[in-house]
Structures are given as structure tokens and as C-alpha cells.
């Protein structure tokens, strides 16, 4: 029996400290985070009245999608620190040059890591569990049209013959041409173009996923009361955005 009572006392311990560690002690920190209102400096610098400043309407759909979809699987959205884990901070989309507040601008700064608040506003925190495909923390910054997004979900090899993502077929629908929205059919040739006399569409859902995937900029002005000292990420330019 004593045995038996030794063996549950340290398969609890094994079990429930890692729980405790990293699961409770990490929820029991962040879920009383709120927006936080900007300073009267701050404001001049600030995009909205407060951080972060939140997305609805389609945004929020899209965001749903994305989290239906499993595209978190191969993309991560998380800006990870250089000095803690490797470079992900100049692999991921954009190389951002700071504005402090004391003025001084074109002053190169690396793109900011990210913060429980960046996903203040999120149901499901896409953080991500591999980088199969690039970190999407910052997509909103590539000059991408919504046609290009629409046809990289649609059908990744039409744009990159060697693209191992799966395309999202069930969020288009392929329609006669002249029967529907034919404006906003995608420019599939080849292989990939549907058969003679159709087009292929986005659907409702399929412009939420990009209009989400648009509004990925997680460059918003961290309070001074949050982070010590407030920085601005700005874009340096089109030649800042490596395409990837």
C-alpha cells in the first residue's frame, strides 16, 4: 500500500508541476490583460486610443476561418527574441526602422517582438507549433494584392511550382463565366485554369481569410506604461519587405 500511495504521490508531481508551470501559472498572469489607453504623448505617434487596438467585422470572421482551416499547423505567428531563440526576428517578412520618442527618425531598429497583448483581442492565439511555411506575424506588410493572396490559397503552384501548401478549393466556387461576380475571378492559366467556359471565385468566407491575413501588422505602439519605454515600428519601404 505504501508503495502503491509513493507511486500516485510522484505521478501527481510529475504530471501537475509542468501543468502548474506552464499552464496555470502563465493563464493566471494574462487573463486579466486589458487594452491599455495611450498617453497624450503617445497618442501623436499611436494609430487609435489605445493598445492593441482590435479588429471586427470581416477581420474577426477571417480570423475564425483561419483558425477552422488549420493554418496554424505550418504557419507560426510569433516574433521570437534573436538573443533567446535564433534569428526569426530578420526571417520573418519585414525589417522595420524605428521612431523613438524623443524624435529621431530613420534610426535602424529590428522588428519588435511580440507581447500577450498582441493577441488581446484574439479567441485562439495562432502562435503556431511549426515553420513548415513562413511566420505570418507581419503578412499585412507585403505588397500582395488581394488577387495574388486569393490565388496562393487557391492553388499554391500557380504562382510557385515548388509550393508544398494545400490549396483551400472548398473556399472558391467554380462557376459558368458571365453567371456571377466575373470581376473577381482569379487568372488561372494552364493547368490550374478550370475548364473552358468556367472561372473560378472567391467566396464570402474566402474574402474574410483575406482580408485577416491583410490586417496581420503587429507593429502597433507598445505604451511606455507597458513596455518602459514606447517604440514604433514603421515600414522602411517595398525594399524592407523580403518576398517570401
Not at 498572469?29 to 482590435?54: M, Q
Amino acid at each position: 500500500m505504501t508503495q502503491i500511495r509513493s507511486f500516485i504521490i510522484l505521478l501527481a508531481i510529475t504530471f501537475g508541476l509542468p501543468w502548474f508551470a506552464l499552464i496555470l501559472m502563465p493563464h493566471m498572469s494574462f487573463k486579466d490583460l486589458a487594452a491599455t489607453p495611450y498617453s497624450e504623448d503617445e497618442l501623436e505617434l499611436a494609430d487609435g486610443s489605445s493598445y492593441p487596438p482590435g479588429g471586427a467585422g470581416r477581420v474577426a470572421n477571417g480570423h475564425a476561418i483561419y483558425t477552422a482551416e488549420g493554418c496554424a499547423y505550418c504557419h507560426t505567428q510569433m516574433v521570437r527574441p534573436s538573443d533567446q531563440l535564433g534569428t526569426d526576428l530578420w526571417r520573418d517578412e519585414w525589417n522595420g526602422r524605428g521612431l523613438d520618442w524623443e524624435g529621431d527618425e530613420g534610426k535602424p531598429a529590428p522588428i519588435r517582438t511580440l507581447r500577450p497583448e498582441d493577441y488581446l483581442e484574439e479567441t485562439v492565439a495562432h502562435l503556431g507549433i511549426q515553420r513548415t511555411g513562413p511566420d505570418l506575424s507581419n503578412f499585412g506588410w507585403r505588397n500582395l494584392s488581394e488577387t495574388q493572396i486569393h490565388q496562393s490559397l487557391y492553388s499554391p503552384r500557380s504562382l510557385n511550382g515548388r509550393s508544398n501548401m494545400p490549396g483551400y478549393k472548398n473556399l472558391y466556387r467554380v462557376q459558368r463565366k458571365g453567371s456571377g461576380a466575373g470581376s473577381k475571378a482569379l487568372p488561372l492559366e494552364g493547368e490550374f485554369a478550370p475548364k473552358e467556359g468556367y472561372e473560378v471565385v472567391p467566396t464570402p468566407r474566402a474574402d474574410a481569410l483575406v482580408s485577416y491575413l491583410k490586417s496581420l501588422r503587429k507593429d502597433h505602439l507598445v505604451p511606455k506604461s507597458l513596455s518602459g519605454k514606447g517604440t514604433a515600428a514603421t515600414a522602411a519601404g517595398d525594399d524592407a519587405v523580403p518576398q517570401s
